[in-house]
């Protein structure tokens, strides 16, 4: 059974910095996409960034220049460094990868999230 766990998140001040971390556990055959998603109370989850096996990356435009994205294939984990961070930064952020786990499909999984606060 694949599950994610996320962690990292947490509080801290406009202007800091944090690093969430996911890692896919369980038997993984193969990733695609990883990626890192944010939920804002009572609206939809939306696209923060993904990076896919091609390394290829896609940012939000609110956090391009402020976030970087990274894998580690090995360790079947995907950082979210997040660096600038505003109040409105502030939200419940998810990580989304598409793993191959017995062999002949993919499918999506999520974690269950984790919080980062920005406030002073």
């Known amino acids: 059974q694949v599950q994610l766990v996320e962690s990292g998140g947490g509080l801290v001040q406009p202007g800091g910095s944090l690093r969430l971390s996911c890692v896919a556990s369980g038997t993984v055959f193969g990733i695609r996409d990883m990626g890192w998603y944010r939920q804002p109370p009572g609206k939809q989850r939306d696209l923060v960034a993904v990076?896919?096996?091609?390394?290829?990356?896609v940012y939000a435009e609110t956090v391009k220049g402020r976030f970087t994205i990274s894998r580690d294939n090995a360790k079947h984990t995907v950082y979210l460094e997040m660096n600038s961070l505003k109040p409105e930064d502030t939200d419940v952020y998810y990580c989304?990868?598409?793993?191959?786990?017995?062999?002949?499909?993919?499918?999506?999984?999520w974690g269950l999230g984790t919080r980062v606060t920005v406030s002073s």
């Open positions: 989304h990868m598409i793993i191959n786990p017995q062999g002949n499909y993919y499918t999506d999984y």
């Open positions: 990076i896919r096996t091609d390394s290829s990356i």
